[in-house]
Structures are given as C-alpha cells and as structure tokens.
C-alpha cells in the first residue's frame, strides 16, 4: 500500500491522476424564453433533481423547447452522465444519469456535467460520491454564505485509478446495492400508498375492517368529507373537557428552551420534528441531554403511550412513545404530545387519524394562516375529530395499519442495513483495502 494525499491508502499497483486532466466538465443553460409545462419537451434537469442519496429525481421536472434543444450544444445528457450540484446548500451533491428515464434531456445552468474517457463512469461517480471524494468537492466550494464550485474545482483534486476491468468490478458491486436500495424505497412507496388508501377508507367508516363497503345512506358530511354517521364528531378540545384526551402540551419555549451547548453523546431523548419525520422516533439520529438539565424544564415531558404530533415549520410529523428505559422523553417547542384515556382512545387511532391526508390538509392550512406556518395548542384543540366510541371497533380498524406499519418499518431497516452495507463497501473497494476478484464478480454480475 501506499499514501496519496487527499486520499490516504491505496494499492502499490493503482495509480493516481490529477483529476482536472482526465475528467471533462460540461454545464447548460435554462434560458427562461424556452422553459414550458409541457411534458412532451426536452426535460432539463437542475440541482433539485439530485438526490443527497446519489439517486435522481424525475418529480417536478422542468422542460424547455425542443428548438433550444436542437440549437444548443450544451448540457445534452447521455447515458452513466455523473452530474454534479454547482451551487447553493446542496453543492457537491452528486447523482449519475443510469436508467436513461428521457430519450433527450439537458441540465441547466447550476449542475456539471462530468465525463472521462479514462475512469469507468460509474466508479467516478461513487468515488465522488464517497466520503473521500466529498471531502475533496467540499474543500473547493467558494463564495460566502451559500457558496459553490466553478470549472476549476477539479484542480488539485485527485482520484485512484485501479485497472479498467477492476473498476467496473467495484463500480458493478456498488451497483448491485444501489439497485436493492430503489427497489426497496419503491417497495416502501407502493406500501404508503396502500396505506394512505387504507387510513382514508377505515378511519371514516366508508370500509368495514372485515373489508365490506358501508352504504352512503350511513355516512355524513365533515371537514373531512364523509364519515361514519353512527361515529363521535367533535372538536378536540371536547375530548379533553371529557377527559377522552388527558394532556396536551408541547416543549419549552423562550429562554429555558436547551440549546446545542446542553447536547450530550447520551441521556434524556431532545426529540424535534425531523426526528419523527418517518412515522417513528429517531433515536438513533436525535439530541441528547442530561436527566439534570431535563429536570429544570417546565413542560414538554411525553411518556410511554402518548401520540406526538409536530406543528411548528415542519408540520403534521407523527409517532407513538413507545416502551422507555427511562421515564420521559423531553419534546421541543416544535412537536406536541396528546395523552389519551386508553380506555377511551386508542393512542393508535388517534395517531392514524392525524396521519390520515385530509387531516394533514386542514392542518397545514390552519398552520399556514400564521407567518410562521405554525399552529399552537389553542388551535390544534380546535380541529375536529371523529372516532368510534367503542375501544373494540377502534382496535380492530387499526389492526390493517398496525401490520402494514410493520411491514413498512422492516423494509425501512432494510433499506438503512443496505445504506451502510454501500458506505462500508466503498470505503473499502474505492480504496482498494478491499481488493475484488474480477473474474468471480463479473460472473456473479452476468448470472
């Protein structure tokens, strides 16, 4: 092994090239005179469609003329295109054009193209795309504030140069895990979609958990569109005058609120809204602080059971406390917990119901009648609710989400356990601390 800077160990036998001699930079333009809605023209691709996870994003796609096409010679994409995030908060960001979605397609003025006839397309873009790779795009960022790289960011950058057939070998493996990755979030899309469809059909009576279809004649209007007429329809703060809802309270506000100088490595979960983004809560990404410090806040305590909901700037985010190894958890000022009489209320409907879309439409535009987008405690005890009043009915309608909730999550394990299964690999092969026989991978590959 030997050691390159900027790269650290790689084999005695690969080389190293100076980038900016072998990678060829190309970028478009956006003209505003040629952009259409018209999804028969020529897509142009920018900054927004580049993933942070290296995968593209074909939502709201721009398209400009296919006159400008044809005139242009400019930021024409072509198939394994490594593009690259020129500007802005997300530079470096970087994606590869693989699945060739557009017979024609350009990017405009903020992304690179990158293209070499000396480094297999594919291992240039997970190299760049590794941390190794990232750090060296990161050191050439410019500008204050949000700042970007321009055409010479390349100078003095560096990447490794195994031989061709073992570059593709690496790139091949990488490839393979990639592959599982999109089709495991395309599996987790068809399930959200299933269950979407599911909470906005049993949680307003229209079907029967047996599956049967409730006849129109036992439904009623609501804020929500129809519901079961033999169901409670109320506002929240009614469930609470009754004790049905126990508590509702949000996290610390003003001075007593933890700042990022109370965090610590471990402790009392500091739970925010980003941290219950995926359904569930996040304690493996969220802040920490002391049992000490927790006990000098006034409020914002939520235990085992209670249902969170966020409703500051990132809205409509919910979870359930679930078992604890300690007695609370502290909330932030941006999410809320209701406490339910179990005997009452499920936890689990209460939940659903907030997930359930026409909820989060009344929610956000609530919200967004504050400058904020924010909607307080006063407020959200104002939005209507409607539930069966018998705990068996109630059960028995969450039963469907329950498992499709399980059947989700084991997929989003899934799909972390191969996010770090592609980190640790390329950390690896990109280096060569993992050398690859490329006669068995690319058996393995054609089988």
Request: charged fraction near 30%; proline fraction near 3%.
């Amino acid at each position: 092994m030997k050691h390159i800077e900027k790269i650290g160990e790689i084999p005695e036998s690969w080389k190293v090239l100076k980038a900016y001699r072998y990678i060829y930079l190309e970028s478009g333009q956006r003209p505003k005179k040629f952009v259409t809605d018209n999804p028969n023209d020529i897509p142009s691709l920018g900054g927004e469609n580049i993933g942070g996870d290296g995968f593209l994003k074909f939502e709201n796609i721009r398209f400009v003329d296919k006159s400008y096409y044809d005139k242009t010679n400019k930021g024409h994409l072509k198939h394994y295109d490594v593009l690259i995030n020129k500007d802005g908060a997300n530079t470096g960001k970087i994606a590869i054009y693989d699945e060739q979605k557009f017979e024609k397609a350009l990017i405009n003025e903020h992304v690179f193209i990158m293209r070499s006839k000396d480094i297999d397309q594919r291992f240039l873009f997970y190299f760049y795309y590794s941390k190794i790779g990232q750090n060296q795009i990161q050191a050439k960022v410019v500008g204050s504030a949000q700042g970007g790289i321009n055409n010479g960011f390349l100078k003095g950058t560096y990447i490794p140069k195994p031989p061709k057939p073992e570059q593709k070998a690496i790139a091949g493996i990488l490839t393979k895990v990639d592959e599982a990755i999109k089709a495991t979030q395309e599996s987790i899309k068809a399930t959200q979609k299933l269950k979407k469809a599911l909470m906005q059909n049993l949680l307003t009576g229209k079907m029967k958990p047996d599956g049967s279809i409730s006849e129109d004649s036992n439904l009623r209007n609501t804020k929500y569109g129809k519901a079961a007429s033999s169901w409670r329809y109320c506002q929240i703060r009614e469930l609470v005058k009754e004790n049905v809802i126990l508590k509702i309270q949000d996290g610390n506000h003003g001075e007593i609120h933890p700042t990022s100088k109370d965090f610590t490595e471990s402790g009392i979960p500091f739970i925010m809204a980003s941290d219950i983004s995926k359904g569930f809560i996040d304690y493996t990404n969220c802040k920490f602080i002391t049992k000490q410090r927790a006990e000098k806040l006034r409020i914002g305590f939520a235990r085992e059971g209670d249902v969170l909901l966020s409703h500051k700037a990132s809205l409509g985010y919910t979870a359930i406390v679930g078992e604890l190894t300690e007695d609370y958890i502290m909330l932030t000022p941006q999410v809320t917990y209701y406490r339910t009489n179990k005997n009452k209320l499920k936890p689990e409907y209460l939940k659903y119901f907030f997930e359930m879309y026409t909820y989060q439409i009344l929610f956000e535009s609530y919200a967004k009648q504050s400058t904020r987008n924010y909607i307080g405690i006063t407020n959200q005890k104002k939005m209507w609710f409607y539930y069966p009043e018998e705990i068996e009915e109630q059960e028995k309608l969450i039963k469907p989400l329950v498992d499709v909730d399980d059947v989700l999550r084991n997929k989003q394990i899934k799909t972390e356990i191969l996010k770090k299964l592609k980190k640790s690999l390329m950390q690896q092969l990109l280096t060569g601390k993992k050398r690859v026989d490329v006669v068995k991978v690319n058996h393995l590959l054609k089988a």
